[in-house]
């Protein structure tokens, strides 16, 4: 199974940016996905999650309202919209995929390597 996470990149306070997670080697129609991140001399955090169907999805507190995940079953993809950011929001951010949905890492089986996000003026 293969994670692979694009999009990252340095943008301004206030700016958007549009996180991608593809998603090979595995029937992914019917996988939770997940975002988290982790950022310089923290512990990784949930950021958000979506079921299988796309009808449910879970953020953390957070990113509520700034931030939207949706997917592409038929493509593979999993998304993260990322407005209104925030030096807050740096760090890097990991795709996950597991079989339920929740907001712990440990639902989750399969991580991406992580793509970079740096929020700075």
């Known amino acids: 199974v293969q994670v692979v996470e694009t999009g990252g990149g340095l943008v301004q306070p206030g700016g958007s940016l549009r996180l991608s997670c593809a998603v090979s080697?595995?029937?992914?129609?019917?996988?939770?996905m997940a975002w988290f991140r982790q950022a310089p001399g923290k512990e990784r955090e949930f950021v958000a999650a979506i079921e299988w169907r796309g009808t449910t999805t879970y953020y953390g507190d957070s990113v509520k309202g700034r931030f939207t995940v949706s997917r592409n079953n038929a493509k593979n993809t999993v998304f993260l919209q990322m407005n209104s950011l925030k030096p807050d929001d740096t760090g890097v951010y990991y795709c996950?995929?597991?079989?339920?949905?929740?907001?712990?890492?440990?639902?989750?089986?399969?991580w991406g390597q992580g793509t970079s996000v740096i929020v700075s003026s």
């Open positions: 080697g595995r029937i992914f129609v019917t996988d939770a």
């Open positions: 996950a995929v597991g079989l339920r949905l929740g907001v712990e890492e440990s639902a989750y089986d399969y």
